[in-house]
């Protein structure tokens, strides 16, 4: 089945703002159950899992770790068929990108059911 560009373009900022990036996490729990399919799996440099609930947790680690930082996407996103790409940074509070990634995924009857984080730090300015 093919899903629409704008759909996944659409899933893909959500889950970068109001996944990703939301603090509240009760917000952010509502958030990951309309987007993510029940079985859905999410992979990044950490490692696999499967769930809602185990999304909620790889949020909240990034979140954790990176307390003073916000996300922000780093161009339009991307798609062909039923894949989509959207890059990413992750920013200090006056917008200086301190890592950069893409997140992938694919996207089956309107909702996520994978999705890869690849994840690049920035070099340091001397």
């Excluded at 992938?104 to 996520?112: K, P, S, Y």
């Amino acid at each position: 089945m093919t899903t629409d560009g704008t759909l996944i373009g659409d899933l893909l900022h959500r889950n970068l703002l109001d996944v990703f990036d939301q603090r509240d996490r009760s917000t952010r729990r509502a958030v990951i159950a309309e987007l993510f399919a029940p079985d859905a799996r999410f992979v990044d440099h950490d490692g696999s899992v499967v769930g809602h609930v185990a999304i909620d947790a790889a949020a909240e680690r990034v979140l954790t770790a990176f307390p003073q930082l916000h996300f922000a996407a780093a161009g339009a996103p991307s798609s062909v068929g039923d894949l989509g790409r959207l890059d990413w940074e992750l920013r200090t509070a006056d917008d200086v990108a301190r890592v950069r990634g893409t997140d992938v995924a694919t996207v089956a009857d309107g909702r996520i059911t994978r999705l890869w984080t690849f994840v690049e730090p920035v070099a340091a300015e001397s």
